[in-house]
């Protein structure tokens, strides 16, 4: 992998499970994403993954919505672009492939279905390799969700497969704590890095509620990057919910440094992930 000195901070500040009536400072308007990004770009994010939210906070995958996303964010901050393309898990396939019509910098790329609390979650092998290949055709740079350790055998399959990302590198993050898929524990997050095909040349990790902290913890010191959001994680601490995703970011971010590898500015992570800046063309 990769040797860097630096954190890699992604935002996923909105997610498709949580209510805005549950949680009121959610950021489902568009101006409230913009506002998210700028805030969070200062507070050390140098990546925003976005799933948008329609005029009633409800999840969608409305490509006018998700053009208008790229387009604000993109002016109003720096920050690399990551679209969703898991959407909800009820939204079709079909409509899924649509989100790279919004030409955002990044997407997710989920390598399997996995159960995902009381539903699945499904990304069938051929729904896998369409993606992939359309994102290569766009140059779009995909970033690999893993979920579970089957997760990590079906990346190197899609690589034999369908050869590297436009821009040549291979960034995966594992998703843990879902109830249903990877534990969030430290156990599970070594040994799916221990699985990364020579060809990942960096990897983050994300931990889905209590898990935050300790997998934040863990994939620092094993040298990998985070991902910090509400999409993840609601409480702060415990009896007092996050107020602004800014917050999570700061957090990490000053552990970042405290480990003596500070955040990576929007630049690097461009470098560490093969992305083209998409806002000269």
């Not at 009820?90 to 539903?119: I, Y």
């Not at 055998?153 to 995966?172: E, N, Q, S």
């Not at 970011?249 to 480990?259: C, D, F, G, K």
């Amino acid at each position: 992998m990769t040797s860097v000195h630096g954190t890699l901070i992604t935002v996923a500040p909105t997610g498709a499970e949580t209510a805005k009536a549950d949680l009121p400072a959610l950021p489902t308007t568009l101006e409230e994403l913009v506002e998210t990004a700028s805030r969070c770009e200062a507070a050390g994010a140098s990546v925003i993954h976005i799933h948008v939210r329609d005029r009633d906070h409800r999840p969608t995958l409305d490509a006018a919505l998700l053009r208008e996303a790229v387009v604000a964010v993109r002016e109003a901050s720096d920050l690399v672009v990551q679209l969703s393309t898991g959407g909800s898990v009820h939204d079709p396939l079909a409509a899924r492939l649509k989100v790279l019509d919004a030409d955002p910098d990044s997407c997710s790329l989920t390598c399997g279905s996995t159960n995902f609390g009381d539903d699945v979650f499904l990304n069938p092998w051929g729904f896998m390799v369409d993606l992939y290949r359309l994102a290569q055709e766009r140059r779009i740079v995909p970033e690999f969700e893993l979920f579970d350790l089957g997760h990590v055998h079906a990346l190197r399959r899609l690589i034999d497969t369908c050869g590297l990302p436009f821009g040549g590198k291979v960034h995966v993050d594992f998703v843990t704590g879902v109830p249903g898929a990877m534990p969030g524990t430290i156990q599970a997050l070594c040994a799916g890095v221990a699985m990364l095909p020579p060809e990942v040349t960096s990897w983050s990790a994300t931990g889905i509620g209590r898990a935050h902290l300790p997998i934040l913890a863990a994939a620092l010191a094993a040298g990998g990057h985070l991902r910090v959001g509400m999409e993840d994680n609601t409480v702060f601490a415990r009896g007092r919910p996050v107020e602004h995703n800014a917050e999570l970011v700061e957090r990490a971010a000053s552990l970042a440094v405290l480990m003596q590898r500070p955040p990576l500015t929007t630049g690097q992570a461009r470098e560490l992930l093969g992305i083209e800046d998409r806002r000269t063309r």
